[in-house]
């Protein structure tokens, strides 16, 4: 009989109504049950944390997704966040230190968006809160008055690094990947390696540097209708791999 991997998605901790709820986005749940062919499990957002070290050796990958929020700068600096700029606090008390966790553990990781700058930030990097307001760089936003398609559409290219795990997957140097995000990596986390960059030099793609451990990060969605771009299902194929290697070990 044919056993999935589990594959825990941290979830976002929202008001609906006077009411908390704690969701993750339909499109990252069906990703991980058709590129990774997961049973994915939801992981609330508690405060305080809940004891994730119980859970971590039951589960087999940890998708860390996108979402509304952006990380609370003082976990990266001493800025002051900006008029508008949507946190979750909740979330962070949670993912941050579920990363640090998860590697301990050698969780194999797939970190989209939000979770790209989740892994830099909880391993001791550091954001631009406005990357188009930085010299030098390019809007990386969406149009939000776009229909969906097109603001999920390839936006613009990526050049994969040599001898990363991404250049190997599309078999070129470079690729086409959509953009929806106003925020990116400043420095580098210590222990994270560059696996792709946009044209204007901004860090797309990181992993860590260790061999026993598989953790990839993107901060592009290739969640999005994954089924119909090959290079987007080749990266949760791969992460996939991770996650049944996990599983047969630990079973």
């Not at 990363?99 to 989740?118: D, M, N, S, T, Y």
Request: proline share 7%.
């Amino acid at each position: 009989m044919h056993r999935a991997p589990l594959i825990g998605l941290p979830s976002d901790r929202k008001m609906v109504g006077v009411h908390p709820f704690h969701c993750v986005g339909e499109k990252y749940i069906s990703a991980a049950v058709v590129g990774a062919e997961a049973l994915p499990v939801l992981l609330p957002s508690l405060q305080p944390a809940l004891d994730w070290a119980q859970l971590l050796d039951r589960l087999d990958g940890l998708i860390l997704t996108g979402a509304p929020s952006n990380i609370e700068p003082k976990h990266y600096s001493d800025e002051s966040s900006y008029e508008g700029n949507l946190h979750d606090p909740a979330r962070d008390a949670n993912t941050l230190g579920l990363v640090r966790l998860a590697i301990a553990h050698k969780l194999p990781i797939l970190a989209l968006c939000r979770g790209f700058q989740e892994v830099n930030v909880a391993l001791g990097g550091s954001l631009y809160q406005k990357v188009h307001e930085q010299p030098g760089f390019n809007d990386h936003r969406e149009n939000k008055d776009d229909p969906l398609d097109q603001q999920y559409a390839p936006s613009h290219p990526v050049h994969l690094a040599e001898g990363g795990v991404l250049r190997q997957l599309a078999g070129s140097d470079s690729v086409m990947v959509n953009s929806l995000h106003g925020q990116g990596i400043r420095t580098l986390a210590p222990g994270l390696v560059v696996e792709a960059t946009a044209p204007d030099g901004l860090i797309e793609a990181i992993r860590l540097d260790r061999a026993d451990t598989f953790v990839l990060a993107v901060q592009w969605h290739p969640e999005w209708k994954l089924a119909l771009n090959p290079f987007y299902l080749a990266i949760f194929h791969t992460f996939a791999d991770a996650c049944r290697q996990r599983m047969n070990q630990r079973v």
